[in-house]
């Protein structure tokens, strides 16, 4: 139980396009889920908490511009990175609270971005 | 001071090895402590979840954590090839829902 589906997986995008990430809690409601980014070798930088219904919060230094979120029901957010650039390119995973006993947070697998 | 420290390694032990993996942090506000593995390339998944000083064992597996010290430690018993990945630790406080806050991640590679 508690599985994040996370999808795409990889994606190859060029300068200027925009790309959307999507996270589904399968069997389980998540009000909050979590979107990180992480470089290679580094460990998991929050971006933005995303709440089902409301606004995300956004961490500091995140553009909120470039990066949408939009939790529209208890099983699905979803990232969208706006005008993505080489700088952009990362691996992008998402979390949610697992609601029931003490499995503590389940990841999605992540996404994989390359800006070209 | 960043608040959660964890030694990036690289760590490369032998087959069979015990394997010590080590977080400290400084936010004595933090109540639970979680240990994930990340392959390369892939989500982390949770391997071990306490929120009180002591040790908790699940199989290979033994989560330990000192309060009073801000120190909390994995250990891998009979360290297997399939263990290689990276290691982090992550925790968080009861008082705030909004996230947990991770280690840098050690990276581990065991050989045949």
């Not at chain 1, 390119?89 to 999605?108: D, E, K, M, N, Q």
């Not at chain 2, 933090?30 to 994930?36: L, N, T």
Request: with cysteine; hydrophobic share 30%; net charge neutral.
């Amino acid at each position: 139980g508690a599985v994040v589906s996370q999808h795409p997986s990889w994606v190859i995008c060029k300068s200027g396009t925009s790309v959307k990430i999507e996270c589904r809690s399968l069997d389980f409601q998540a009000t909050t889920m979590f979107w990180y980014r992480q470089f290679p070798k580094q460990s998991l930088m929050l971006m933005a908490t995303s709440n089902e219904g409301s606004k995300a919060t956004y961490e500091q230094g995140v553009e909120k511009d470039k990066f949408l979120i939009n939790h529209a029901s208890l099983t699905l957010s979803t990232l969208t990175v706006t005008s993505a650039h080489p700088e952009d390119s990362s691996f992008y995973i998402c979390s949610a609270r697992v609601p029931f006993g003490s499995l503590g947070y389940t990841f999605g697998s992540g996404t994989r971005l390359t800006v070209v | 001071q960043k608040e959660v420290e964890q030694d990036p390694g690289p760590l490369s032990v032998p087959e069979g090895a015990i394997v010590s993996l080590n977080c400290t942090y400084s936010n004595s506000a933090f109540q639970y402590f979680m240990w994930y593995r990340q392959y390369s390339r892939k989500g982390p998944e949770l391997l071990m979840y306490t929120y009180s000083s002591g040790n908790k064992e699940d199989g290979r597996f033994t989560a330990q954590v000192d309060k009073s010290s801000k120190y909390i430690s994995l250990f891998i018993r009979d360290s297997q090839p399939s263990d290689s990945a990276t290691y982090l630790c992550a925790m968080g406080s009861s008082g705030s829902a909004r996230q947990l806050t991770f280690g840098s991640g050690t990276q581990l590679t065991v050989l045949p």
